[in-house]
């Protein structure tokens, strides 16, 4: 008769413990993976969130649009803006109907205490304006400060811009917040029309009149 030998109860608590051992780096290495989803995860779509606004904002300024004001709006040009803010006339996109012109404002708005870029925009015709403004929307979200600087001449930075022609060059920096892992490349963009079709042009000055 053959005797079947079972597990001492040393062997028993030895087999226990390494399961448990097991199982605590299968679940710690479980929660590390989905620590680390999160943070690609949230890090694509921070990504994502300046991606989209480096489009928007370079869209609207190559196509600003440089008009000959209308009378009741010679203080207005195609493209005007300081260090803080912009306004920019372009053609509209499809979102926004995809026929005429519109005025973009981009400005930092201060919602609960948290910066925001945002973006608003209304019907815009040389200068003069439609009766309302659409409701701002938030082109990035959380940011610590937001700089426009234009220049004539490379290298030589204003921090104003108030001509009718547009600048040769448009740049805008955004900082974020310490601790924030979202990093902003310089946007740079060249406005790509520099005369109103409808404009008289002087000889003389070599400019519109």
Known sequence: MTRQRGMTLIEALVALALLSLLSAGLISSFQLGQRTYRQVVR??????????????????LESAYPFEPEQEARDRAGLQGTAE?????????LADGGTGNRRYELRVETT???KNLVVSSRLDRNGVSGPTSGPSEVLLANVESVEWA???RPSEWLNEWVSRRPPSLVRLQVT???????????LLVTPRITDDSNCQFDVVSQSCR
């Open 43 to 60: 890090f694509d779509r921070s990504n994502a969130d300046i991606a989209i606004t480096h489009r928007f904002v370079r869209r609207v």
């Open 85 to 93: 803010s912009l306004e920019v006339t372009a053609p509209a996109s």
């Open 112 to 114: 609960g205490g948290t």
């Open 150 to 152: 234009y220049a004539e």
């Open 176 to 186: 974020f917040p310490d601790g924030d892992p979202r990093q902003w490349p310089d």
